[in-house]
């Protein structure tokens, strides 16, 4: 079955620098294009990046472009997300998720941001 | 950006009844809006695909429709394990977009 899950979270001075992962099972990774949601503490769910099959378009959110940076390794099955310059308002649980119309999700990684 | 805006933010409900859950998309996107389930401290969980496809396992209580750009989820015969959080989200363009969310609470 599909399995998607998360990790790399964790807590992060604000300025600082993570890296998730999304560790992918059960299907062809390669024929999926991928997405990154977040959800703050309390609040809805938010888009953040999309990668596509061979990572050749990547789209970020507003809120996060020049400071995220989408990648996948097909050969891994995995897909990153790379985190600098993190403020408090990133603060949130970071799911992966599968094609368009996010059809499978993961479990979530909680990252905070906070002195 | 495509705008997504989903109605009521929370409803109360008791077992057994009929729920909707409409959202309204700022401009045309054709069929391309999913819904999804969120319980409380869960990962969200996929309902429905292109406005009103069932993922498989889904409860057939679930359904959805579309009447020009606004999207309704209803949810027939209310269960215990329906209490949660619903969400939509549009896909026909970048970059997606969801609703602000519905809270469905006991009555």
């Known amino acids: 079955q599909v399995q998607l899950v998360e990790s790399g979270g964790g807590l992060v001075d604000p300025g600082g620098s993570l890296r998730l992962s999304c560790s992918a099972s059960?299907?062809?990774?390669?024929?999926?294009?991928m997405n990154w949601i977040r959800q703050a503490p309390g609040k809805g769910l938010e888009w953040v990046s999309f990668?596509?099959?061979?990572?050749?378009?990547?789209y970020y959110a507003d809120s996060v472009k020049g400071r995220f940076t989408a990648s996948r390794d097909n050969a891994k099955n995995s897909l990153y997300l790379q985190m600098s310059s993190l403020r408090a308002d990133d603060t949130a649980i970071y799911y992966c998720?599968?094609?368009?119309?996010?059809?499978?999700w993961g479990q979530g990684t909680q990252v905070t941001v906070s002195s | 950006d495509i705008q997504v805006t989903q109605s009521p933010s929370s409803l109360s409900a008791s077992v057994g009844d009929r729920v909707t859950i409409t959202c309204r998309a700022s401009q045309d996107i054709s069929i391309y809006l999913a819904w999804f389930q969120q319980r409380p401290g869960k990962a969200p969980k996929s309902l429905i695909y292109?406005?009103?496809d069932l993922f498989s396992g889904v409860p057939s209580r679930f359904s959805g429709s579309r009447s020009g750009t606004d999207f309704t989820l209803t949810i027939n015969n209310l269960q215990p394990e329906d209490f949660a959080a619903y969400y939509c989200?549009?896909?026909?363009?970048?970059?997606?977009?969801f609703g602000g969310g519905t809270r469905v609470q006991i009555k």
């Open positions: 998720a599968r094609d368009w119309a996010l059809d499978s």
């Open positions: 990668i596509s099959k061979s990572a050749s378009t990547i």
């Open positions: 989200q549009q896909y026909k363009t970048h970059p997606f977009t």
């Open positions: 059960g299907f062809t990774f390669s024929d999926y294009d």
């Open positions: 292109e406005t009103s």
